[in-house]
């Protein structure tokens, strides 16, 4: 089985060590990074033409403090179903865990975590597994199960306030009214016992 890794990073230090680093300590190839989601679209375009796309990708999240990684994440799952993905980022809460996941990631490390267990998470996701940092598993089942609570709709529009939508986009998204949208969010407000939007990031996004 092929074991090439493409970095997506928008800092350069990071995808140079993390690159280096696993090259140097594993079996993994790297086969390409880009800085903007852009590049990385037009690189793996390329490499489908030429039949060589990487086996996973090393993704962050926030790039140029915003947390658009789960629209790409979701652009390459579509585009791409067997290129695996593992989210590496500074973000843990674990409503963004969630939300990544559901966007097609297949593995989540924050960046605090050592090297190794990113290269021990690259491994089981490459295997099939859905991998999530340790470190990160418990607040994980406490907000699944929180979230169980929550009907469908609820759900869709809590990870859209998860990912920084405003109503406006929470609307267009669903193809629903803005209004609805509204009453949707009091009703996750009132089951998460929060006073507002701020609140409820802080302490699950």
Not at 142 to 156: G, P, Q, V, W
């Amino acid at each position: 089985m092929s074991k090439t890794f493409y970095i997506v990073d928008d800092h350069e230090m990071l995808r140079l060590g993390t690159s280096g680093w696993l090259t140097s300590n594993s079996d993994w190839k790297c086969c390409g990074s880009a800085g903007t989601h852009e590049q990385a679209l037009a690189d793996f375009e390329r490499m489908a033409e030429q039949g060589g796309l990487p086996s996973l990708v090393i993704c962050d999240l926030n790039f140029y403090g915003e947390n658009t990684g789960f629209d790409f994440m979701s652009k390459i799952h579509a585009l791409y179903p067997d290129v695996k993905i593992i989210v590496y980022s500074m973000f843990f809460a674990a409503g963004i865990v969630q939300s990544a996941v559901s966007s097609g990631a297949s593995g989540y490390v924050s960046k605090n975590a050592s090297c190794a267990e990113l290269l021990e998470g690259m491994e089981k996701v490459l295997a099939g597994q859905v991998f999530i940092q340790e470190e990160l598993q418990t607040s994980l089942k406490k907000y699944n199960s929180f979230t169980d609570a929550l009907t469908r709709r609820e759900k869709e529009v809590m990870e859209l306030l998860i990912r920084r939508y405003s109503n406006d986009e929470i609307a267009n998204q669903l193809g629903i009214k803005k209004r609805a949208v509204e009453n949707y969010i009091s009703l996750i407000y009132e089951k998460t016992g929060v006073n507002d939007r701020n609140e409820l990031l802080a302490r699950y996004g």
